[in-house]
Nanobody, 124 residues
Framework: QVQLVESGGGLVQAGDSLRLSCAAS????????MAWFRQPPGKEREFVAS????????YYVDSVKGRFTISRDNAKNTAYLQMMSLKPEDTAVYYC?????????????????WGQGTQVIVSS
């Protein structure tokens, strides 16, 4: 089992940057694929980005490509989401998640472990 704790959210203006962190504890972090999902106000949770165990393979939702970068540091048991050129539509609660499989890296059901979420608000 793995426990996940997100941090780094906050209130920013459009065009600003933020870096979210997801600290993992428990079983070997490098055994898990990691992902970020987000839930905008009044909407369902949606996939944002995912990264394979070693960090070689990444996937992004089209709306964040070129602006967001997912990464991980297995030595620090931490995953990151660097967000640049933020837009008001990026406003959401951001969750990190861990999965032992990377077969369908965009699917929420693949991820067995979740953090509590961190709020990101982007003002226009």
């Amino acid at each position: 089992q793995v426990q996940l704790v997100e941090s780094g959210g906050g209130l920013v203006q459009a065009g600003d940057s933020l870096r979210l962190s997801c600290a993992a504890s428990g079983r070997t972090f490098s055994s898990y694929a990691m992902a970020w999902f987000r839930q905008p106000p009044g909407k369902e949770r949606e996939f944002v980005a995912s990264i394979s165990w070693g960090g070689v393979t990444t996937y992004y939702v089209d709306s964040v490509k070129g602006r967001f970068t997912i990464s991980r540091d297995n030595a620090k048991n931490t995953a990151y989401l660097q967000m640049m050129s933020l837009k008001p539509e990026d406003t959401a609660v951001y969750y990190c998640a861990a999965a032992s499989s990377f077969r369908t890296p965009r699917k929420e059901n693949d991820y067995a472990y979740w953090g509590q979420g961190t709020q990101v608000i982007v003002s226009s």
